[in-house]
């Protein structure tokens, strides 16, 4: 079974442009959560889409926003790109949070991106 | 809201030997699970163990073991053992099992575990 894929997995934009971060969930699976990772602000949660609908939102300003497709890929934009916005963004995907069943989270390879 | 704190920025050990990082978090509920993640310089995050707080027996994984002390909010991680492909980032953290951001996980700063030949 293919693991959870992200493209691109670098990325190079400059302040001002707008970016889109894909994610392919594993097969089967229907939650998709986003996650930013930086050395000063550690591992912080985006959002969590789960069959097409965003479920869950972390403390990120509206310039950062995402959506899922019926087949379960998911997509996150940034727009107005800021200097702050350089991070590693990982993907993890789930069958789905269900009160009292555990189903792993399992991570993607993240994309890299760059803000010059 | 919840937190995870790990103390420890920066932890070594020699092959073979054993190690324990530690981890500490904060909540008012009663049903969620903790977790240890590893993350190697590919940056790939792999899930090493976990444990369900309702659960009294602490979890274990081969050579990886963790001491749970509900009370205590603890949760600490003992590899034994330790191999050269041990050395990583580690991660501790915590996901609700119920209520509406039961799918979040909340990670502490890490612990970045150098080994020793």
């Known amino acids: 079974k293919a693991g959870v894929t992200q493209t691109p997995r670098y990325l190079i934009k400059t302040r001002g442009q707008q970016v889109t971060l894909s994610c392919s969930p594993i097969s089967g699976h229907r939650s998709v959560s986003w996650y930013q990772q930086t050395p000063g602000q550690g591992l912080q949660f985006l959002f969590e889409y789960f069959s097409e609908t965003q479920r869950n939102k972390g403390n990120f300003p509206g310039r950062f926003s995402g959506r899922q497709f019926s087949n379960s890929r998911s997509e996150m934009n940034v727009s107005t790109l800021e200097l702050g916005d350089s991070a590693l963004y990982l993907c993890?995907?789930?069958?789905?949070?269900?009160?009292?069943?555990?189903?792993?989270?399992?991570f993607g390879p993240g994309t890299r991106l760059t803000v010059l | 809201a919840q937190t995870v704190t790990q103390s420890q920025p920066e932890m070594s050990v020699q092959e073979a030997e054993t190690v324990t990082l530690s981890c500490t978090y904060d909540t008012s509920e009663s049903d969620y699970y903790l977790f240890w993640y590893k993350q190697p310089p590919s940056r790939q995050m792999i899930l090493v163990i976990r444990q369900e707080a309702y659960k009294q027996q602490n979890a274990t994984e081969n050579r990886f073991s963790v001491n749970f002390q509900k009370a205590a909010k603890s949760f600490s991680l003992k590899i034994s053992d330790s191999q050269l492909g041990d050395a990583a980032m580690y991660f501790c953290?915590?996901?609700?099992?119920?209520?509406?951001?039961?799918?979040?996980?909340?990670f502490g700063r890490g612990t970045q575990l150098t080994v020793w030949p």
């Open positions: 993890a995907s789930s069958l789905g949070t269900i009160v009292g069943i555990y189903n792993e989270q399992f």
């Open positions: 953290a915590y996901r609700r099992e119920r209520g509406s951001t039961l799918g979040r996980l909340y």
